[in-house]
């Protein structure tokens, strides 16, 4: 796990103030604060909060499409932009959605400040577009809520030591949202989109799809990183690291959405929680590869060197001296994949490279999994009444995933979502 290290905390509270006065993070994405009326939305939603007898600080995101937006004109001037400066132009937008919710907030007679990334002294490495936070210095922060401010925090955004602008990639206003409710100690951190929480599974795919009430840290972040988008992945390491309850909730609606927490007894007995499928990703297969030893690691050090991040990995039994090998890259990285594989295949005369885009990745989630056996043989076996092939296989502890022809992906998510008893409720335990 890789979730930022040495985050400094403040004191929040003086000794004078009532204990009864619970700090709460929010954050608001870019549909949110989508247009004019959203943000005036956002306000009274965060001045309710602080009525409620809350301390609130609120992070948002740049309004949607705006990050699109400004990625757009980068690329119309360069298609290898500095990174320096294409951070610089990418930050922006979150600047201008912070001073508008203040602005709003005033409007409705409410007391608001709004700050960047770097006046609150987030500070990241120096991995621009991607960037890790290092530490936050948040005294700006605590100053304000004692004026009984709402605070209004630009997400997405850090400085390095050197004070350059830096981004925490896409979707990091989450991160930045959690990293703040960490250092700050804050009782909740709640992050508002526009569904009203984390489902069983997509339900524009599956539509008895429910609600989760809640789910553990460890199997947000498996369905976080195999494509189901509620959640920055990073956002939920940090939030499990620092043991931050994290809530998923609509910002248009009053459900009180899903709460990502500690695992305890009851989920155990929930084989599966979720299931995830992922169309992002391509399959690579080499036929012929040499069966000795340091192939394997030629070939995935040549992708490696260039960024190229390797999902599920197969390698088939040797036979006279060769085995076939797959594996899935990002689609995004398929060229580039394949030029590197087949230079590779040359150099340590394999037989042919080929490439398959039209695949799709199906998993199962559980903490429940560690205790039942069979989970994995049942997967297969509905797979395989459905006449669905899978290509390739990879599980971990609480996951079981598999590759399959894209075309079935809606059947393997609804097969899988009734047999595994996703359909119902959960009997109460
Ligand atoms: N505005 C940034 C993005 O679109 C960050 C975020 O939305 O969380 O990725
Ligand atoms: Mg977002």
């Given amino acids: 796990m890789t979730a930022e290290r040495q985050l400094t905390t403040v004191t929040r509270r003086s000794k004078e103030e009532p204990a009864n006065v619970a700090l709460i993070v929010q954050k608001y994405g870019g549909t949110s604060v989508g247009d004019i009326d959203r943000i005036k939305n956002v306000a009274r939603r965060c001045i309710a909060a602080q009525a409620a007898g809350n301390d609130v600080v609120v992070v948002v995101s740049a309004m949607s499409g705006e990050t699109n937006r400004l990625l757009k004109l980068v690329s119309q001037i360069t298609e290898r932009p500095s990174e320096r400066e294409q951070d610089v132009v990418v930050a922006t937008g979150e600047q201008v959605s912070i001073g508008l919710v203040a602005m709003a907030i005033h409007a409705q007679g409410g007391e608001a400040t709004s700050f960047l990334g770097h006046q609150v002294q987030i500070v990241t490495d120096s991995t621009f577009s991607k960037a890790r936070i290092k530490r936050i210095d948040a005294e ?43 250092a700050l100690k804050a009782d909740a951190c709640e992050i508002y989109t526009d569904v009203d929480g984390v489902y069983t599974t997509d339900p524009n795919v599956c539509p008895p799809a429910r609600k989760l009430n809640r789910i553990s840290y460890e199997e947000m972040l498996e369905l976080a990183s ?94 006279d001296g060769r085995t076939d090998l797959s594996f899935t890259v990002g689609k995004t990285d398929l060229a580039k994949a394949r030029e590197t594989v087949e230079t590779v295949a040359r150099e340590v005369k394999a037989g042919g490279v080929e490439t398959d885009g039209d695949v799709a990745k199906v998993s199962i989630v559980g903490v429940g999994m560690r205790n039942h056996s069979g989970v994995a043989a049942k997967m297969f076996q509905l797979l395989a009444s459905e006449g669905i092939n899978i290509q390739l296989i990879s599980t971990s502890e609480i996951k079981v995933s598999c590759l399959i022809h894209s075309k079935y992906t809606e059947l393997a998510v609804r097969t899988l979502h009734t047999a595994f008893g996703l359909d119902k409720p959960p009997a109460a335990s």
């Fill in 226 to 319: 195999l494509g189901a988008k509620v959640l920055q992945i990073r956002s939920v390491e940090f939030a499990m690291k620092y043991k931050v309850p994290l809530w998923v909730k609509s910002s248009f609606s009053d459900d009180p959405g899903t709460l990502v927490c500690e695992e305890d007894k009851s989920m155990e007995n929930v084989v599966v929680s979720g299931i995830a499928y992922d169309k992002n990703e391509a399959k690579i297969a080499i036929s012929g590869v040499p069966d000795v030893p340091g192939v394997a690691a030629k070939i995935f050090g040549a992708l490696d060197s260039q960024n190229i991040v390797v999902d599920l990995i197969v390698q088939t039994a040797s036979k």
């Fill in 140 to 182: 700006k922060i605590v100053e304000a809520l004692k004026q009984k401010h709402i605070v209004v925090v630009a997400g997405f955004q850090g400085q390095d030591e050197q004070g350059n602008v830096t981004t925490l990639g896409r979707g990091g206003s989450d991160t930045t949202a959690v990293a703040l409710a960490a």
